[in-house]
Structures are given as C-alpha cells and as structure tokens.
C-alpha cells in the first residue's frame, strides 16, 4: 500500500475547556484530492491551523507528512517542506499588482532569486489560468474570483506537494465556482495533492475522491463522497442544515 502523503493520529486542540477538534485521524494519499466538511463550528479550520502549525500545532496527537512527523515544527519549516495552505481571506498585498504580489510570494515563500521568481509566478499564473491581460490590476482591484485565483497562486509559487484550501468558493457564482473546480482539477492534474474544507457541496462532490465529515470536532464519516453524504447521520448533522 502506498505510504500516505499526509496523515493526522489521534490529533486534539482545546482551547481552555473547550476541546475544537477530539481525536481526529485520517490519511490522504498522494495526488488525491481530499474534501472536508462539517457545519459551522466543527473544527475544520482547526484541523487545518493545527496540520500546518499556523498558528498552533496540536495540543495531543500525531501529524506526519510524507512520512515524517512534523507537529511541533514550526510553521515556516512545515510551509517548506511542502505543505502549504490558504486561509479564508483576501489577497495579502492589496496595494501591488497580481503580477508584483505573486512575485513577492515566490521570492519569500520559495526562497528564490528575481528571476526564478518571475518564472514560478508564470507557471503560477498558468496553472490557476489568471487572465494575463489583468496582472497588472491592483489585487484590491481584481473580481472576488480573480482574488481567489491569486490567492491560490501565491501558495502554488514555492511549488507545494500539498496544497489546503479553506473555504476559496466562500463568494462565488454558481458559474465561478465551475471555473473553480476546473481550476482545482488542474491544479491537481499537474501532481498537486489538496485537501479542500468546502460548504459548497456541489463542488466538494464534483472534486474530491474522498470525503471527511467533521461534527462538533470528531469525525462523524469517511469515504467515497455521494455515499458518504446519504448516510442518515450526515444529512441529520450537515445536509439537513446547509444543502446547496
Ligand atoms: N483561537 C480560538 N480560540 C478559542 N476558540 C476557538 C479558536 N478557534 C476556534 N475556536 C472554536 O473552536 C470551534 C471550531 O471552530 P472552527 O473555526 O475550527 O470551525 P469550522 O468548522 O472551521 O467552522 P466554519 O465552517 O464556521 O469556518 C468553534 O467552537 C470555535 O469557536
């Protein structure tokens, strides 16, 4: 069997008396796409801050990628060896260009020279197909989807083996959120393995090979998706409140 490229043992966050996310496991295998939901307040984005230490690790359990254990490592060690994220906000540097913007993630975030840079925003920019004629726009200035396709550049720039999207079709069209899913099986196709927390179902269905479902921190329900979402549980804890 192949070893997973990311996995979570027994994984906990409390925060005072209140435990966010208890005993979670699971493993993702490379080139997969991997979806999460869960209602509000599951402990999705929990899950996420504590697999990539931003801004905490785990407060017990186990996170291993590639087969080695990186909870307790510090977030810029784990954002370099490969396993980068995105967070449910707005691009990072509102007063630049998209094209400056991404060239300033690559330079920090892969540690390359100018040049490499601008051939890693580039490829960036193909990958998400970001309209070469609105680079020069101001990020402040981009269409909430053009936003979205910067966003997720920015982490594609330092070339990540795994990429953990929150929430990129909180805003979106119905027809933008098509370009998006187009977008992530791209992303995908070119040897990306994503972890994708998503309330738009259509598009977690559309994507992900397998599903997670989280409910009030622990795992209600694994597997393959459109079983996984007609189990009576998951309709009573998620489907029933927040169907699309
Ligand atoms: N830094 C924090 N301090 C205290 N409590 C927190 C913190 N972060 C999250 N929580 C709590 O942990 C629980 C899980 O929150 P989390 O944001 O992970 O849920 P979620 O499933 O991502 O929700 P949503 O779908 O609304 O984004 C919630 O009760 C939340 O209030």
Redesign the pocket.
């Known amino acids: 069997m192949t070893t997973p490229i990311l996995s979570a043992t027994n994984v906990s966050k409390s925060?005072g008396g209140?435990r966010?996310v208890r005993d979670v496991s699971f493993e993702v295998r490379p080139g997969e796409m991997f979806g999460i939901a869960?209602?509000?307040?599951?402990?999705?984005?929990?899950?996420f801050n504590i697999i990539t230490g931003i801004p905490f690790g785990p407060t017990s359990g186990e996170v291993r990628f590639k087969g080695e254990r990186i909870d307790g490592r510090p977030a810029y060690a784990i954002a370099r060896a490969g396993l980068c994220r995105t967070f449910?906000k707005d691009a990072e540097f509102p007063d630049l260009s998209a094209a400056d913007s991404l060239e300033i993630s690559a330079v920090y975030n892969g540690r390359v020279d100018r040049r490499t840079a601008a051939r890693r925003a580039d490829e960036a920019f193909a990958l998400v197909a970001f309209d070469g004629g609105r680079r020069d726009m101001l990020s402040s200035e981009l269409s909430v989807f053009e936003k979205k396709q910067l966003m997720i550049a920015s982490a594609l720039v330092s070339r990540p083996a795994v990429l953990m999207l929150d929430?990129p079709a909180s805003g979106l069209t119905r027809p933008e959120i098509e370009q998006l899913d187009a977008l992530l099986r791209n992303v995908n196709a070119s040897g990306v393995t994503i972890l994708l927390?998503e309330?738009v179902l259509a598009l977690l269905l559309s994507v992900s090979q397998r599903l997670l479902i989280?409910n009030q921190?622990e795992v209600l329900a694994e597997g393959e998706p459109s079983a996984v979402v007609r189990r009576p549980d998951v309709v009573e804890a998620y489907l029933g409140k927040r169907s699309q």
């Open positions: 925060f209140l966010a869960g209602p509000n307040g599951s402990g999705k984005s929990t899950l449910q929430e927390i309330h989280l921190g």
